[in-house]
């Protein structure tokens, strides 16, 4: 009898989509769904994106190089030089989207079995991908009560093993908003010294940090440029989640030659995004200043509502577009399905993404969730009012 892979089976499904069809069988039956679920913005994709895209005059869709558009890598490299981040085209190499990315460089840097360090909660999909790797995540926690800070540095050091290979942050954080202080980066610089490991650093979300703070990069740290690794995507930069283009960013060239060995099986990332992506890199910044400041004004209402509600704990995230809320409920999986199937205020519900897989720890999560501010401050004010409507109303609420 035939079986599936143990891959296939233990492949985890994401809590960010797992809800979908109960989306859309709401929507069938007439309601209005406030997807607080998704990172999927609202923000119009600048026209310097769109733009070369609808005046494309190109008589044949050719497969492009496997590294990527040299003219891009090359305009890459003096975006990145913008934020001081010193790197050539040749330590760029572009992506199918930053998931491709990520893929890339678990199984550049890893043999199956290996492992990883991250903090949790982080980005959902780090579990599908270390399944793809064969990896093992070992998790270090942190707490909603501590506005999810990286744990103590022995937190840390007591979990590699001679199987660890890197650590992996996410910053700012999906899915809590967290903005790593550049001392804690370089507490992990040190870490990754001391014990010969990788440091990996997702920086989608570099543009978009509040209250004044300032994003350090991983490859603004001395002493590192072997082991530092950018996981990079413009998918939220310009509000280009379709496009699927993404960036491995690192100054050793031996793990940009290893990746493009991937790069070369899978022949070559879409080219018609990267032009678009090319072109996308003069958005003047007027465009980020109205982003930034429009995503801080849905911060602050969101979190403000958040925190009128009785035993709701929402820490006030500090960049990116997401946080992760502490409910009063017994399960919030099975709340916010409950929310789509049995509950509406008016004809109108809300979706939001049970937390429990953000995490690697079985049973941590459970009465959270993650909620994106994606959408316009007027939707989220009525998006919060069915919530704490539908919170009043669960069967399963704990207070």
């Given at each position: 009898?035939?079986?599936?892979?143990?891959?296939?089976?233990?492949?985890?499904?994401?809590?960010?989509?797992?809800?979908?069809?109960?989306?859309?069988?709401?929507?069938?039956?007439?309601?209005?769904?406030?997807?607080?679920?998704?990172?999927?913005?609202?923000?119009?994709?600048?026209?310097?994106?769109?733009?070369?895209?609808?005046?494309?005059?190109?008589?044949?869709?050719?497969?492009?190089?496997?590294?990527?558009?040299?003219?891009?890598?090359?305009?890459?490299?003096?975006?990145?030089?913008?934020?001081?981040?010193?790197?050539?085209?040749?330590?760029?190499?572009?992506?199918?989207?930053?998931?491709?990315?990520?893929?890339?460089?678990?199984?550049?840097?890893?043999?199956?079995?290996?492992?990883?360090?991250?903090?949790?909660?982080?980005?959902?999909?780090?579990?599908?991908?270390?399944?793809?790797?064969?990896?093992?995540?070992?998790?270090?926690?942190?707490?909603?009560?501590?506005?999810?800070?990286?744990?103590?540095?022995?937190?840390?050091?007591?979990?590699?093993?001679?199987?660890?290979?890197?650590?992996?942050?996410?910053?700012?954080?999906?899915?809590?908003?967290?903005?790593?202080?550049?001392?804690?980066?370089?507490?992990?610089?040190?870490?990754?010294?001391?014990?010969?490991?990788?440091?990996?650093?997702?920086?989608?979300?570099?543009?978009?940090?509040?209250?004044?703070?300032?994003?350090?990069?991983?490859?603004?740290?001395?002493?590192?440029?072997?082991?530092?690794?950018?996981?990079?995507?413009?998918?939220?930069?310009?509000?280009?989640?379709?496009?699927?283009?993404?960036?491995?960013?690192?100054?050793?060239?031996?793990?940009?030659?290893?990746?493009?060995?991937?790069?070369?099986?899978?022949?070559?990332?879409?080219?018609?995004?990267?032009?678009?992506?090319?072109?996308?890199?003069?958005?003047?910044?007027?465009?980020?200043?109205?982003?930034?400041?429009?995503?801080?004004?849905r911060r602050r209402v969101m979190v403000e509502a958040l925190r009128a509600m009785p035993g709701v704990v929402a820490p006030m995230p500090k960049g990116?577009?997401?946080?992760?809320?502490?409910?009063?409920?017994?399960?919030?999986?099975?709340?916010?399905?409950?929310?789509?199937?049995?509950?509406?205020?008016?004809?109108?519900?809300?979706?939001?993404?049970?937390?429990?897989?953000?995490?690697?720890?079985?049973?941590?999560?459970?009465?959270?969730?993650?909620?994106?501010?994606?959408?316009?401050?007027?939707?989220?004010?009525?998006?919060?009012?069915?919530?704490?409507?539908?919170?009043?109303?669960?069967?399963?609420?704990?207070?």
């Amino acid at each position: 009898m035939k079986h599936l892979s143990r891959r296939g089976v233990n492949m985890p499904s994401s809590p960010i989509r797992r809800l979908a069809a109960y989306g859309d069988q709401a929507v069938a039956a007439g309601k209005h769904v406030y997807h607080l679920n998704i990172g999927q913005p609202d923000i119009k994709t600048p026209e310097t994106f769109m733009n070369p895209i609808k005046n494309l005059d190109m008589p044949v869709l050719a497969y492009g190089p496997s590294g990527g558009l040299m003219s891009l890598r090359k305009k890459l490299s003096t975006y990145y030089k913008r934020f001081d981040i010193d790197v050539e085209a040749e330590d760029i190499l572009v992506t199918t989207g930053g998931s491709e990315a990520i893929l890339f460089t678990l199984m550049t840097i890893t043999d199956p079995g290996d492992e990883i360090i991250i903090p949790e909660p982080f980005y959902t999909n780090y579990n599908g991908f270390a399944v793809e790797a064969g990896v093992k995540i070992v998790p270090i926690t942190s707490g909603v009560e501590d506005d999810f800070q990286l744990p103590p540095i022995d937190t840390i050091t007591e979990k590699i093993t001679e199987r660890t290979r890197a650590i992996v942050i996410c910053n700012p954080n999906n899915p809590t908003g967290y903005v790593y202080s550049k001392a804690e980066l370089q507490a992990l610089r040190d870490i990754v010294v001391k014990h010969d490991l990788f440091l990996l650093a997702d920086e989608v979300y570099r543009e978009f940090v509040y209250d004044g703070l300032t994003h350090t990069s991983i490859l603004h740290l001395d002493g590192i440029d072997d082991r530092a690794i950018i996981l990079d995507s413009v998918s939220k930069r310009y509000s280009a989640c379709g496009a699927r283009i993404g960036m491995i960013v690192t100054r050793n060239r031996e793990i940009i030659d290893a990746a493009l060995k991937f790069g070369m099986a899978r022949l070559c990332p879409p080219t018609i995004e990267q032009i678009g992506t090319e072109e996308a890199i003069d958005t003047p910044q007027e465009y980020f200043n109205e982003v930034i400041q429009e995503y801080d004004e849905r911060r602050r209402v969101m979190v403000e509502a958040l925190r009128a509600m009785p035993g709701v704990v929402a820490p006030m995230p500090k960049g990116a577009f997401y946080l992760v809320v502490k409910l009063p409920v017994d399960d919030a999986d099975a709340f916010a399905q409950w929310l789509l199937t049995d509950f509406d205020v008016e004809n109108e519900t809300v979706m939001v993404a049970p937390a429990n897989g953000f995490y690697s720890t079985p049973n941590l999560g459970k009465d959270e969730v993650r909620i994106a501010y994606v959408l316009n401050v007027d939707d989220i004010k009525k998006a919060m009012r069915i919530l704490a409507e539908g919170l009043k109303a669960y069967p399963g609420r704990t207070i």
